[in-house]
């Protein structure tokens, strides 16, 4: 086909010659217009018409076509075109509108603008078509005069220039929505740098090629690194790392140089350099080889993306500083807890299990020296400590402080071998020119014998540090995978026992209490039964300890003392009356604020007589808490209820304890009973527990009788009471009436309680 420009030169479509560029010619692109008529004087008027004329300060070529087939025929392969003048009726009598309908749905040309013509006046389109279709401009060929075409003209390519700038700005913020949020997923400033290369490239449709990052550091850190690059693309890539004043090429560092300085953008002939300003003037420079064509839209398309990117550099900068914070003790300036974890990932997941281990070191009494000696002087004995490590134990290991005074060296098994770790406590320490020896606790984990990742290597030697603290303290353990699997044992029967409360699966039986004097059932001992799932009894010495140890003891002995009370009182009601009722109850329960709270209510609506309830504590509880409890007792001695002290002779008897506590009865704990026949010598802790009782005004109680002899002997030795399977072993409710009902001594109303 053929075009003509406004000067009436011919030219052929495709011809690049057709198309001067700005850049080349030094003016902006002329507005290409495509006029489809199949009137050829209405070619040649239009082209006459407006030879010459600029619209909007650029130049006009137009495009000819004689029919809308020749018309699709041009736009199948060109595409950029401003404005169509297009006649209506063509090969047929809706060609054009046709025509309208192929370049707005088939060709997706929605920003070009359509300008409709015909030659007879009152022939008018449907109002649908130019509504649908977006047609810009409807005049019958008569009203085109000159100035009529110029304004029509006018007002097209204007609205045209406006469809594309915002289009592109829309392309282009798009474009920086996506590049943000894909910068903002990288973590670290190289990777954020790198991404800016990418994104730039994208938005601005170069290559990735000949692009490069640069960071200037803060303005003190400048003399010792410099200006670097930090990402590099294509054949810069080379370059990355290098300070920008070897990077060999001067006009690439001029160009960087300048940007930074002056802090802004700087378009030259051949390159680009954009800047990326920082509010902690850690400012960045990106060089590009290709210029970029400036029109007002794309500046501020740029602008706006350099603003982004900035916002970006900071959030990274930002959360860089955040990960030191993350990873790093501010202290001792060591990796903390997290990025030891990494770090044993690291070694985990690199197949390096069996080369490695684990060392926590844990400073004995550092609390006390850091109360005594002060807080500044507990600091630097840390730093002291950490860099005693560091230094001796080498940079093959990887050190980190995890809480206050507890450090941790992950390296080679030979380097951590406990003499290693040991010999660097050896000398005294010296702080604020005084000297201090300082002993420390140890537990090793070899990461061979480590299940799962880094946070589980960490706790194992946890664990191995805990057991060495409680049983080796100043000296070191090694986890074993014993450790763990009772740990995770213990972990499971916890959260099967938190099912089993809710699932109501905890019962009470009750042992019978025998007067060895009158042979009478003179009490009861409730004690706590879990029946799994599977019917199987789980000991109370397995899930006791347990329920202690995560609290749930209180909630648990809550339970007991009103089961036991409001048992009591139904064994009144059977006509047992007088039947006294030991209950256990451990120290986390003492402890509890509202445990006197409970055991009231526990006494009032059970309608229990009071004087028939006795708590057993057990010594090692009437021990260790002797303050707390002597006053606790008090009160509860002042409800009328009765205290025993269980398992007597186990643990470590001071007489002044026992002066102090308002106590009624001693137990004696069956490891004493078992052995009580075995010889004279067996006898003597329980004849002095009976003594000692009697001489403080307690009765004694013997646990865990299983043969007439020892009863014999018990009764010997002055205990009034005993308890055991000689007896009865503990029963359920119903198990127990029947039993009580076949005792001879015991029937209805007829025992009495033991009144010491
Ligand atoms: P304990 O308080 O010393 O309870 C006596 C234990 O000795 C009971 O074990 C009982 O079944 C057992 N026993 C009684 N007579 C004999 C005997 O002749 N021979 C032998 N070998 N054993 C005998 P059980 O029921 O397994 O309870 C173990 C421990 O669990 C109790 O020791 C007590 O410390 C604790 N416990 C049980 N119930 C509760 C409770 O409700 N609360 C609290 N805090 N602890 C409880
Ligand atoms: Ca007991
Ligand atoms: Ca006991």
Redesign the pocket.
């Given at each position: 086909m053929v075009t003509k420009t406004a000067d009436d030169e011919l030219l052929f479509a495709g011809d690049p010659a057709e198309r001067p560029v700005g850049k080349q010619s030094g003016h902006p692109p002329p507005w290409r217009v495509l006029i489809v008529d199949d009137d050829p004087d209405v070619h040649t008027t239009t082209t006459f018409a407006l030879r010459g004329t600029e619209i909007l300060g650029r130049a006009i070529t137009f495009l000819h076509a004689d029919s809308a087939a020749q018309a699709r025929d041009i736009l199948t392969n060109d595409r950029d075109i401003a404005v169509i003048l297009l006649d209506v009726v063509m090969e047929e009598e809706d060609s054009g509108l046709k025509l309208v309908r192929i370049i707005r749905e088939d060709f997706g040309m929605g920003e070009t603008r359509i300008i409709l013509r015909t030659g007879q006046p009152g022939y008018a389109p449907e109002m649908d078509a130019i509504r649908d279709y977006d047609i810009n401009d409807y005049k019958t060929k008569s009203e085109l005069t000159r100035n009529k075409l110029f304004t029509a003209l006018t007002s097209a390519v204007r609205s045209y220039r406006q469809i594309r700038t915002i289009n592109e700005n829309r392309r282009g913020l798009d474009l920086i929505v996506r590049a943000s949020g894909e910068l903002l997923a990288l973590s670290g400033i190289r990777n954020f740098a790198a991404g800016i290369i990418t994104q730039m490239s994208a938005l601005l449709g170069v290559m990735p090629e000949g692009l490069i990052c640069v960071q200037r550091p803060p303005e003190i850190e400048l003399a010792e690194d410099g200006t670097l690059v930090i990402a590099a693309a294509g054949r810069y890539a080379s370059l990355i790392n290098l300070p920008i004043d070897e990077i060999g090429n001067e006009r690439v560092f001029n160009s960087l140089n300048r940007c930074l300085d002056e802090e802004h953008h700087i378009f030259e002939a051949d390159s680009t350099t954009l800047f990326f300003g920082s509010r902690t003037h850690r400012n960045m420079a990106a060089y590009l080889d290709a210029p970029i064509d400036i029109d007002d839209s794309s500046r501020q398309l740029l602008e706006v993306f350099c603003t982004n990117i900035s916002i970006g550099l900071e959030n990274t900068l930002l959360f860089s500083q955040l990960h030191d914070y993350a990873y790093f003790d501010s202290l001792t300036g060591l990796p903390n807890r997290r990025s030891l974890i990494n770090k044993l990932d690291e070694r985990l997941l690199g197949g390096e299990r069996g080369r490695y281990s684990l060392a926590l070191i844990d400073l004995d009494g550092f609390a006390e020296t850091n109360d005594a000696l002060g807080h500044q002087y507990g600091d630097e004995l840390l730093k002291a400590v950490a860099e005693r490590i560091r230094s001796i134990l080498g940079p093959q290991c990887t050190l980190a402080r995890l809480s206050a005074d507890t450090f941790a060296v992950l390296g080679q098994i030979e380097l951590l071998l406990p003499a290693n770790l040991q010999a660097l406590f050896r000398d005294a320490f010296v702080i604020q020119e005084q000297e201090l020896m300082i002993a420390s606790t140890m537990g090793i984990a070899h990461l061979v014998d480590v299940d799962g990742n880094g946070a589980e290597a960490l706790k194992d030697a946890y664990l191995a540090l805990r057991r060495a603290k409680t049983h080796a303290r100043g000296e070191y353990m090694f986890f074993t995978r014993d450790m763990a699997t009772e740990i995770r044992e213990r972990s499971k029967l916890m959260q099967a026992l938190r099912v089993a409360i809710e699932r109501q699966r905890l019962f009470l039986c009750y042992?019978p209490q025998i007067s060895l004097v009158t042979g009478q059932v003179i009490g009861l001992?409730?004690?706590?039964r879990w029946r799994a799932e599977d019917g199987r009894l789980i000991?109370?010495?397995r899930f006791?300890p347990i329920a202690e140890h995560s609290g749930m003891?209180v909630s648990i002995?809550d339970w007991?003392l009103r089961m036991s009370c409001f048992q009591q009182a139904e064994l009144s009601r059977h006509g047992f009356k007088n039947l006294s009722m030991a209950?256990?109850?451990?120290v986390g329960?003492f402890r509890h604020p509202r445990f006197l709270a409970a055991l009231q209510g526990a006494l009032a609506d059970s309608g229990v007589d009071p004087r028939l309830i006795e708590l057993?504590i057990?010594e090692s509880m009437a021990m260790e808490e002797a303050d707390l409890l002597a006053k606790t007792l008090d009160s509860i001695k002042g409800l009328g209820v009765r205290i025993a002290i269980?398992?007597f002779g186990t643990g470590f008897s001071s007489l002044s304890y026992l002066q102090r506590l308002q106590v009624d009865r001693l137990k004696i704990d069956?490891a004493f009973v078992a052995e009580i026949t075995h010889s004279e010598r067996a006898r003597r802790i329980p004849e002095l527990v009976i003594q000692l009782g009697h001489k403080l005004g307690l009765t004694v109680l013997a646990?865990?009788?299983?043969e007439q002899e020892q009863a014999d002997i018990l009764l010997q030795l002055g205990c009034e009471d005993a308890?055991?399977?000689?007896y009865a072993?503990?029963m359920e409710p119903q198990q127990l009436i029947d039993w009580l009902r076949a005792y001879p001594v015991c029937s209805p109303d007829g025992g009495a309680p033991n009144d010491a």
């Open positions: 042992q001992e409730a004690l706590l000991e109370p010495s006791i003891i002995g007991v209950i256990n109850v451990s329960q057993e057990t269980d398992d069956r646990e865990g009788v299983e308890q055991g399977f000689y072993r503990p």
